[in-house]
């Protein structure tokens, strides 16, 4: 008898459907009635579809999932709830989980449906199965997507005078990596 497989389902491998998604693909709009199709690829294959219909005209939004999973046709309704933005312009809009309840901004495919990630078990992030010594190797080799975003054409160094807490955040990660000596990893793996 085979041994059980100890790989974790990875969330980073998981379909998902967020709020930013809908809201991109102008979906979530108020007082609106949409339907359309999802779809996901990888390096230009499809990968999935799913067919979505989205409902704000209502007193209690939603969105109608439309999906065949292991062969099996599933059809559910996640219902959306909105709160005013802090800034005072527009709404917020999150999924309710239709199994745990939770407000969310993402919904991830695991067992055939999409749910928040606290519905399931023994899932983890790409992140979370890196030993420690990959970390610190992850953490070196990183600082080049640290500095792009640091670089890049509308980032926000300062604001009123101040530098901003994005900034402060990046340049000490920045500055972490480069105090971590190389050399005294690569003699771990080599």
Request: charged fraction near 20%; proline fraction near 5%.
């Amino acid at each position: 008898m085979p041994k059980p497989s100890t790989c974790p389902t990875l969330y980073d491998n998981c379909l998902q459907i967020s709020i930013a998604t809908l809201k991109r693909n102008q979906f979530l709009k108020p007082e609106h009635f949409a339907t359309g199709n999802l779809t996901w690829s990888s390096n230009g294959n499809k990968t999935g579809s799913i067919g979505i219909a989205i409902n704000t005209r209502t007193e209690s939004p939603y969105l109608e999932l439309n999906y065949t999973a292991n062969g099996n046709p599933i059809k559910y309704t996640v219902q959306l709830v909105s709160i005013p933005s802090n800034i005072g312009k527009g709404v917020v809009w999150f999924f309710v989980c239709p199994r745990t309840g939770k407000r969310c901004r993402k919904l991830y495919l695991v067992a055939g449906y999409f749910y928040h990630r606290s519905a399931f078990t023994g899932c983890m992030y790409q992140k979370q199965i890196y030993s420690h010594n990959d970390r610190n190797l992850y953490r070196i080799f990183d600082t080049e997507e640290i500095y792009k975003q640091i670089y890049s054409k509308h980032f926000k160094t300062h604001y009123g005078g101040k530098p901003t807490k994005r900034f402060l955040r990046l340049t000490k990660q920045a500055e972490r990596a480069e105090r971590t000596p190389l050399s005294g990893l690569l003699a771990k793996y080599f």
